[in-house]
């Protein structure tokens, strides 16, 4: 609103046209001001929406793309009609606004849905009363109705595997239900005026899909538009046969690039039309208007750059001549430099990220699991969340959690659960045994270790203010944020246990149920926020350093390096000498005693920069006090609490007290500086995280936790008006806390060491921009996504064109991948018995196993053992799946051993991929029982069909003991009618069960 001129003149024209029908400011609505009403009422939210795509419109005309076609969906027509120049803007103003005050009357009585048929078979779902409301794309039909009969045509839909799914709206537009106030809107809009189509503009209807006739805009077709279906698809044809091949969605956010999309593929099959959008609600907004630009251009839009872009901006010819991709520029020397790299100029890019948030469309709960335990320790505090889920079908049991509960207790808890809801409490308060350590945090690793322990059970945790969104959230509990850093772990080293994360609104909102069950039914997106503008996804993204003219950061007075003694804080000391820091104080538990840190101090106090080195326990708040209070030296104006306590624990045998004493140094001295700066100033605050807070690193539970907790503390501070910076750091080289076989490890997955001058120099950028968050790492994309993905896909990367050109490239090769190493290996089997067949490629993957893990022998890689208990994690999992692929020849999931977890399960999958025809013959019995032994721990099945099969297994049983020959049950007919209980009865008497 303030960044661009042209907007804020046309948007103050539009309020000034709506104002005399409104009680509200538009803009108070626009700012979020308090007390301000809420987008969920339609007599706001549309005409605030036809001010905002009215006037981004007039944006895109002052760059010189004017359209020569309009469409409008629905109430968006009336902006359409305005942007063409058949309305005034009063007209505009006074169709949008009495219209919406109109449908207000109609609220509670009504209802809507998306459903993913053509409109012939949606058709062929309505019960009587519901209509087709709008068809927007083929497979895009909206219906509406009563809220019963909507609500009986999504079940419908999803009886047969369709997406339905209901509309936050509670009225029917475009529905019979309109017509109760067709003689007030034809009395109200009666004085609208047609101007005609002399701009030369073509405003094709919706409600026709044709061109709109000059004098057909009358008050009269402002009703039309409202009580008819919505032929949006039509419209999009008809301007698409006439010529067009651009076309730009103008609003805040793209709700219909899909459907245009839709239509277009069906109607340009040669996919030369291209579809435009302006705003995204989770970008910021000069940003993207500048990437909407740069893809309208890309079309052969004609954007007048020098409209754009500041001081002379031409465009520049190419060379005629084919680019060689030849470097030539000399390497850097390796030595430190203290140049100072100018902020938007950074040599770091490439090594900066943020976490952004991707609003979610439209969610079903179509695939929402039919049977959940809903864990808490309060029962008020889940009440909502278990009314959602049985509102969405779910059958939902409840069970209190004791706050004093351990594992055994916790695993009794959860027994015979599959899918675990737990909503976590007690975050204000520390655990009673384990000083430092939020007793909500925890409770949520005693619930992980439990979920791990429960063959087939699935985890989400439930959070409340955990993250901050785009909007206008608070900033986040660290100690929540916390459980989101113990979570990704979570998910990285139990894949096969973990639900997701999924923070609600810190107020339950009347859509909220309808969110959350969307999300527990979600199979792909695993870190959601739900708040009242939407639902969002977490994603990492480049952060590019901003072209910016603020000086360059300067220490001053004192700094304070916590963690200082160590090669760290070596480098850090050593770099902020060089800048200027009047005084060092190098704080940490062995303080002088720690080694070379005698030395170090005095070649920095030599070189002119006077260092004192403490002894200071950092979770120790006397302790602390005592530093920033001490007369010795200038005052502290900067503290860098690089402190830190290394982990390479798994969350299974993790233990609360060894948890709570790798919090202390990060969570409790970050607690204690807190508190100490508040009694004694400071310039800046500067914390040392890590991306294993970000996303996530095995082995590093509480580690990560911290490290969350810490991005998290940053936010609050910068919300109460301090100066606070998060590093969430990659790995440094140089004798950082990885140094040595964590290096070595880390450098195998792909997170490279960063050289202590170039990090520093981040540093230092991080602080001249005055940043609250940054992550820095060196990351080599085509190794860690292979080993990160290896076991499930992680939507948090997919959005970094990396992790995009590794797919696009994995997808090309697919089909490659088919023919090479085939002959041999094939040729082999081709000529054996299917005995044979087994044993020969049972070798083949024992052997590829052993080489991966340096065994010196491949029987040391027992048939059926698990390949996690051999020691595979997820690098090594992608190095023998890349073994197997170009052996067998076929294109192998990077979860393969994750999938099908003994050797001989491998065997089974790779026979049956090479060998389609006859692959069973080839399995060994035990492979049948473990691949009929995971079906049945992935099934979802009521106790019906539980006693069935229990009661087939056991005669299954009995006649393997015997030696008869297979029979049909004589009882069988008797189950297909039986109740549970009747048929556990007759296995009590038949079998001697119970």
């Known amino acids: 609103m303030d960044a661009s001129p042209v907007f804020r003149e046309h948007l103050t024209a539009c309020v000034d046209a709506l104002q005399p029908y409104l009680d509200y400011s538009p803009l108070a609505v626009l700012r979020g001001e308090p007390g301000a009403p809420t987008l969920e009422r339609v007599d706001v939210v549309q005409p605030v929406l036809w001010a905002v795509m009215v006037s981004l419109a007039e944006v895109w005309r002052g760059v010189g793309v004017v359209g020569d076609v309009v469409v409008g969906h629905s109430q968006g027509e009336i902006?359409?009609?305005?942007?063409?120049?058949?309305?005034?803007?009063?007209?505009?103003?006074?169709?949008?606004?009495?219209?919406?005050?109109?449908?207000?009357?109609?609220?509670?009585?009504?209802?809507?849905?998306?459903?993913?048929?053509?409109?012939?078979?949606?058709?062929?779902?309505?019960?009587?009363?519901?209509?087709?409301?709008?068809?927007?794309?083929?497979?895009?039909?909206?219906?509406?109705?009563?809220?019963?009969?909507?609500?009986?045509?999504?079940?419908?839909?999803?009886?047969?595997?369709?997406?339905?799914?209901?509309?936050?709206?509670?009225?029917?537009?475009?529905?019979?239900?309109?017509?109760?106030v067709e003689e007030r809107l034809r009395s109200e809009l009666a004085g609208v005026v047609d101007r005609g189509s002399g701009s030369g503009v073509v405003l094709v209807s919706t409600v026709t899909g044709q061109p709109v006739l000059d004098g057909e805009l009358d008050g009269d077709y402002w009703y039309r538009n409202l009580r008819e279906p919505v032929l949006f698809a039509d419209a999009v044809r008809t301007a698409h046969a006439l010529g067009h091949r651009a076309f730009v969605e103008v609003s805040p956010h793209p709700v219909l690039n899909l459907a245009l999309a839709g239509v277009l593929a069906e109607s340009d099959p040669e996919a030369e039309a291209r579809v435009l959008h302006t705003l995204r609600r989770d970008q910021p907004e000069p940003e993207q208007l500048l990437r909407s630009l740069g893809a309208a251009w890309t079309v052969g839009l004609p954007v007048e750059?020098?409209?754009?872009?500041?001081?002379?901006?031409?465009?520049?010819?190419?060379?005629?001549?084919?680019?060689?991709?030849?470097?030539?520029?000399?390497?850097?020397?390796?030595?430190?430099?203290?140049?100072?790299?100018?902020?938007?100029?950074?040599?770091?890019?490439?090594?900066?990220?943020?976490?952004?948030?991707?609003?979610?469309?439209?969610?079903?709960?179509?695939?929402?699991?039919?049977?959940?335990?809903?864990?808490?320790?309060?029962?008020?505090?889940?009440?909502?969340?278990?009314?959602?889920?049985?509102?969405?079908?779910?059958?939902?049991?409840?069970?209190?959690?004791?706050?004093?509960?351990?594992?055994?207790?916790?695993?009794?808890?959860?027994?015979?659960?599959?899918?675990?809801?737990?909503?976590?409490?007690?975050?204000?308060?520390?655990?009673?045994?384990?000083?430092?350590?939020?007793?909500?945090?925890?409770?949520?690793?005693?619930?992980?270790?439990?979920?791990?322990?429960?063959?087939?059970?699935?985890?989400?945790?439930?959070?409340?203010?955990?993250?901050?969104?785009?909007?206008?959230?608070?900033?986040?509990?660290?100690?929540?944020?916390?459980?989101?850093?113990?979570?990704?772990?979570?998910?990285l080293e139990h894949p096969d246990h973990y639900g997701g994360l999924i923070d609600l609104p810190t107020t339950w909102q009347a859509g909220t149920g309808s969110q959350l069950a969307a999300a527990l039914a979600e199979s792909v997106e695993d870190q959601i926020a739900l708040r009242t503008v939407g639902v969002f996804a977490r994603r990492l993204q480049h952060a590019p350093a901003p072209s910016d003219d603020r000086p360059e950061w300067k220490p001053s007075g004192t700094v304070l390096i916590t963690g200082g003694t160590g090669a760290l804080g070596g480098h850090l000391a050593r770099w902020l000498a060089r800048h200027g820091a009047e005084h060092l104080v190098l704080a940490s538990r062995s303080g002088p005693d720690a080694p070379g840190v005698g030395e170090l101090a005095r070649e920095l106090t030599d070189q002119g920069t006077p260092t004192t080195v403490v002894a200071c326990d950092i979770a120790d708040r006397e302790q602390v006090d005592a530093v920033l209070a001490d007369d010795g030296y200038p005052r502290i104006s900067t503290v860098i609490h690089a402190a830190g306590v290394p982990q390479r624990t798994t969350i299974r045998e993790s233990q609360l007290g060894d948890f709570a004493e790798l919090l202390r140094a990060k969570v409790v001295g970050t607690q204690n500086l807190v508190a100490a700066v508040d009694e004694h100033p400071v310039d800046e605050l500067v914390l040392f995280s890590s991306n294993s807070g970000v996303w996530g690193s095995g082995m590093h539970g509480a580690y990560a936790a911290a490290n969350a907790y810490l991005d998290a503390v940053a936010e609050q501070l910068r919300g109460k008006g301090r100066r606070a910076v998060s590093l969430a750091w990659g790995l440094w080289g140089g004798g950082g806390m990885a140094e040595g076989g964590g290096e070595e490890y880390l450098s195998r997955v792909g997170i490279r060491p960063m050289a202590p001058e170039h990090a520093v120099a981040a540093l230092h950028e991080a602080l001249t921009?005055?940043?609250?968050?940054?992550?820095?790492?060196?990351?080599?994309?085509?190794?860690?996504?292979?080993?990160?993905?290896?076991?499930?896909?992680?939507?948090?990367?997919?959005?970094?064109?990396?992790?995009?050109?590794?797919?696009?490239?994995?997808?090309?090769?697919?089909?490659?991948?088919?023919?090479?190493?085939?002959?041999?290996?094939?040729?082999?089997?081709?000529?054996?018995?299917?005995?044979?067949?087994?044993?020969?490629?049972?070798?083949?993957?024992?052997?590829?196993?052993?080489?991966?893990?340096?065994?010196?022998?491949?029987?040391?890689?027992?048939?059926?053992?698990?390949?996690?208990?051999?020691?595979?994690?997820?690098?090594?999992?992608?190095?023998?799946?890349?073994?197997?692929?170009?052996?067998?020849?076929?294109?192998?999931?990077?979860?393969?051993?994750?999938?099908?977890?003994?050797?001989?399960?491998?065997?089974?999958?790779?026979?049956?991929?090479?060998?389609?025809?006859?692959?069973?013959?080839?399995?060994?019995?035990?492979?049948?029982?473990?691949?009929?032994?995971?079906?049945?721990?992935?099934?979802?099945?009521?106790?019906?069909?539980?006693?069935?099969?229990?009661?087939?297994?056991?005669?299954?049983?009995?006649?393997?003991?015997?030696g008869d020959e297979p029979q049909r049950d004589s009882g069988q007919e008797h189950f297909e009618s039986a109740t549970p209980d009747e048929v556990f009865d007759f296995i009590d008497r038949e079998l001697g069960q119970r």
């Open 79 to 180: 902006a359409a009609a305005v942007v063409a120049g058949r309305l005034s803007v009063e007209d505009g103003a006074r169709v949008v606004a009495l219209r919406s005050r109109a449908l207000r009357g109609l609220a509670g009585g009504g209802a809507m849905a998306s459903i993913g048929l053509d409109v012939a078979e949606v058709e062929g779902l309505l019960p009587e009363g519901v209509s087709v409301a709008a068809i927007n794309a083929p497979g895009q039909v909206v219906v509406s109705g009563p809220p019963s009969g909507v609500a009986q045509v999504c079940a419908r839909a999803e009886e047969t595997g369709v997406r339905a799914r209901l509309i936050e709206v509670d009225y029917a537009s475009h529905h019979a239900q309109v017509e109760a």
């Open 769 to 962: 921009l005055d940043e609250t968050f940054v992550a820095v790492a060196d990351v080599d994309w085509d190794r860690f996504v292979p080993t990160f993905t290896a076991a499930r896909r992680r939507p948090l990367i997919e959005e970094l064109p990396e992790v995009r050109r590794l797919a696009l490239t994995s997808e090309e090769q697919s089909g490659a991948v088919s023919g090479e190493g085939t002959g041999s290996l094939r040729d082999r089997l081709a000529g054996l018995n299917a005995e044979d067949q087994y044993s020969e490629l049972l070798d083949v993957v024992r052997e590829a196993a052993a080489k991966v893990l340096e065994l010196p022998d491949p029987e040391a890689v027992e048939e059926n053992r698990a390949f996690r208990d051999l020691g595979f994690d997820s690098v090594t999992a992608v190095e023998v799946r890349n073994r197997l692929r170009k052996l067998s020849g076929q294109q192998l999931p990077a979860t393969l051993v994750f999938d099908h977890p003994t050797p001989s399960a491998v065997v089974a999958f790779l026979r049956d991929a090479m060998f389609p025809e006859g692959a069973r013959e080839a399995e060994s019995p035990l492979a049948q029982i473990e691949r009929l032994e995971n079906s049945l721990m992935r099934t979802d099945a009521d106790e019906r069909e539980k006693a069935r099969i229990t009661l087939r297994l056991q005669s299954l049983l009995d006649r393997w003991r015997e």
């Open 305 to 491: 750059w020098s409209r754009v872009l500041p001081g002379k901006a031409e465009p520049v010819e190419l060379p005629t001549y084919a680019f060689q991709r030849q470097r030539y520029w000399l390497d850097a020397p390796g030595q430190a430099t203290d140049v100072p790299v100018a902020a938007g100029t950074s040599v770091h890019d490439a090594w900066r990220y943020r976490v952004g948030w991707t609003p979610l469309g439209a969610q079903q709960t179509g695939g929402l699991s039919r049977r959940w335990l809903l864990v808490c320790h309060d029962s008020a505090e889940a009440a909502d969340v278990q009314r959602a889920l049985e509102q969405a079908g779910a059958e939902v049991e409840l069970r209190i959690l004791p706050n004093d509960s351990d594992r055994d207790g916790v695993v009794q808890l959860f027994s015979g659960a599959k899918h675990i809801a737990y909503l976590p409490s007690g975050f204000d308060r520390d655990h009673p045994e384990h000083a430092g350590l939020p007793a909500g945090l925890a409770s949520v690793l005693t619930a992980v270790q439990a979920a791990v322990e429960q063959t087939g059970a699935r985890l989400w945790m439930l959070t409340r203010g955990a993250v901050s969104t785009p909007g206008a959230d608070a900033a986040p509990d660290p100690a929540q944020a916390a459980v989101w850093g113990l979570g990704r772990v979570f998910g």
